[in-house]
Nanobody, 126 residues
């Protein structure tokens, strides 16, 4: 069992920045894939970014490339999502997710994740 706790959501104006954090605990496998996803009412879930904890490889959704950065602090069991140049269309509930991933190829925004956090709201005003 894995527990995920997100923090850092809030409201900012367009063009601003926010940093989300996800602290994970539970299963202690050697490598995992951590991901950030977002969802708005009436729309499907969108993969934002993933990071493979064993090697640091990252993957981003097309809509956030160049604006968002995912990173990790393995000592703190925490993954971050630095969001910059925020747009109103970035408004969503953001979820942290986790899955076991022995290979880098198993860690992309298209992968299926097993564990999910409770979500944190991000609201961008124009």
């Amino acid at each position: 069992q894995v527990q995920l706790v997100e923090s850092g959501g809030g409201s900012v104006q367009a063009g601003g920045s926010l940093r989300l954090a996800c602290t994970y605990s539970g299963n202690t496998y050697s490598s995992r894939c951590m991901g950030w996803f977002r969802q708005t009412p009436g729309k499907g879930r969108e993969g934002v970014a993933t990071i493979w904890t064993a090697g640091g490889s990252v993957d981003y959704g097309d809509s956030v490339k160049g604006r968002f950065t995912i990173s990790q602090d393995n000592a703190k069991n925490t993954v971050y999502l630095q969001m910059s140049s925020l747009k109103p269309e970035d408004t969503a509930m953001y979820y942290c997710a986790e899955r076991s991933a022995q290979l880098r190829s198993g860690c992309t925004t298209k992968a299926v994740f097993r564990y999910w956090g409770q979500g944190t709201q991000v609201t961008i005003s124009s």
